[in-house]
């Protein structure tokens, strides 16, 4: 039976990836055009399929940037901006996601996954966690979902020693360090779209020298977590419980890492031969490095018969890609809340003057105001409020930073910082809905209760993170 031909929304979502890409590469604005009517079109197109909360996030997304729009001199011109923007948005989730399809199938991950969940106690929580770690970086969402099931189909009734307790405790153990070590991903990952959204938001920030620094504090906030782990009572009612047998080594993570490195090399390697900006680099080579994995998979096939290499190479990258595209639709979710925020951000910040919100805020001391942002996108997160809307409005009303007395630098380690930890504290995210559906637990249960004390802790650190930056970036 053939396969389903790809929807006309899914053919509008990848032709916005083109033409968006093509606008950053080619500065034709005619294709940015192109690409935010197509994303405009992808959204009203899948708006019956979207779940209640999306439908009234885009709406709201959108009326907010009609504030904008409408007392505007050139409203078609900054309709037309705020969509493309919103495009280069989506189009980089939509890019991104070409790893985690390749990802999906490949047997290394599953083996990979198999060796962390089946760690000695002493060592499991720390393992899990770099592999939410990891893992967040190639499947986002899906490195919760993969891990958990292996997780659960280890963790038996049988091997917890016949307690029902226990296999809960152990549950709820394993899911937050696979939890913890996603959320705390999202501070630093280049190839996240928190990159895009805060190099929009505060473009003088030097991203490249920031992203190290990220990622020194997301394992501050790593060890955080697994201390955290060792005095819970949870660890202390489950550490004599006997572990599960593994033939792997720790060596076989590091086809993993290198995959990722290769992305994050050649879109720097591209970035500095061709001076594009990195986030339209990763936009264009994580598709390129995806279409290499899938290829590597499917090797045996390729090579059975040598004189029929090249074609069947193209048959299963043209099947692997029209698979892909048929399944864009379910992407419909991201995509509200990421174009949704990118035309709001650029709207919005229309009606604010030039100075957006400084003369209002004048009378803040400027050492608090990258300190305020990791707590509100905290507090915002609790009612909802996705950090990618956050920030798009935290630009929008703040296009100089300077004019606070802060520095951009300071400013966007605080969006980042943010970012991870407001993931990990929402309970309306999908890692948090993810995590609950295989704890067995409400999401609030998951990013409230069984996180708050990791939260704080992680709050604390990333405020003298950003004190001691924005310290030595003064000097």
Same mark, same amino acid.
């Given at each position: ?388 809307? $956050?920030?798009?409005?935290?630009? =929008? @009303?703040?296009?100089?930073? &300077?004019?606070?007395? #802060? /520095? %951009?630098?300071?400013? +966007? ?11 990990? $504290?929402?309970?309306?995210?999908? =890692? @948090?809905?993810?995590?609950? &559906?295989?704890?067995? #637990? /409400? %999401?609030?249960?998951? +990013? ?18 950003? @004190? ?8």
């Amino acid at each position: 039976m053939p396969s389903p031909r790809p929807s006309l929304s899914a053919w509008c979502y990848s032709f916005a990836w083109i033409a968006s890409l093509a606008d950053q590469v080619l500065h034709v604005q005619v294709l940015g055009t192109a690409a935010g009517i197509a994303m405009l079109l992808f959204l009203l197109l899948e708006f019956p399929n979207q779940r209640r909360y999306a439908q009234v996030l885009l709406i709201a997304l959108v009326a907010i940037g009609m504030v904008g729009i409408i007392p505007s001199r050139h409203p078609l011109a900054l309709f037309d901006a705020g969509w493309r923007r919103g495009a280069s948005y989506a189009v980089f989730f939509f890019a991104i996601s070409t790893l985690r399809d390749a990802a999906q199938t490949s047997r290394l991950v599953h083996r990979c996954g198999r060796h962390l969940v089946t760690q000695p106690p002493g060592r499991r929580y720390a393992a899990l966690t770099a592999g939410g770690h990891l893992f967040g970086i190639i499947l986002s969402y899906g490195s919760i979902d993969l891990l958990g099931a292996m997780v659960m189909r280890a963790n038996t009734l049988e091997s917890a020693g016949g307690s029902a307790a226990t296999q809960s405790l152990r549950t709820r153990r394993m899911m937050m360090a696979i939890y913890r070590g996603f959320a705390v991903m999202n501070c630093w990952n280049p190839i996240n779209i928190m990159t895009v959204v805060v190099s929009s938001a505060v473009p003088a920030a030097p991203m490249r020298l920031l992203l190290p620094f990220a990622f020194l504090t997301s394992l501050g906030m790593v060890a955080i977590g697994w201390l955290e782990d060792r005095q819970s009572a949870a660890r202390l009612a489950t550490r004599t419980v006997t572990h599960w047998q593994n033939s792997d080594g720790w060596t076989i993570h590091l086809r993993v890492l290198a995959i990722v490195a290769l992305v994050l090399v050649l879109a720097e390697a591209v970035s500095i031969l061709s001076g594009l900006p990195l986030v339209g680099c990763v936009t264009l080579t994580v598709p390129i490095v995806a279409m290499g994995w899938v290829l590597v998979q499917s090797q045996r096939t390729i090579l059975r018969r040598p004189a029929e290499r090249l074609p069947r190479s193209a048959a299963v990258l043209h099947r692997r890609i029209m698979r892909f595209v048929r399944h864009a639709p379910n992407l419909r979710a991201e995509a509200t809340v990421l174009a949704g925020s990118g035309f709001m951000g650029v709207a919005l910040g229309s009606v604010l003057p030039a100075g957006g919100i400084a003369p209002f805020i004048a009378h803040v001391p400027a050492w608090l105001v990258p300190l305020l942002v990791p707590a509100v996108l905290i507090v915002t997160g609790q009612i909802g409020l996705n950090p990618i809307a $956050m920030i798009a409005l935290l630009g =929008a @009303a703040v296009p100089d930073p &300077r004019a606070l007395g #802060v /520095s %951009p630098a300071a400013l +966007a380690f605080a969006c980042m910082l943010g970012w991870g930890l407001g993931v990990n $504290m929402t309970p309306m995210s999908s =890692a @948090a809905i993810i995590t609950a &559906r295989w704890a067995r #637990v /409400s %999401p609030w249960t998951v +990013a409230t209760t069984w996180n708050l004390v990791f939260t704080l802790s992680s709050l604390v650190l990333a405020w003298v993170a950003i @004190a001691a930056l924005a310290a030595a970036w003064d000097r």
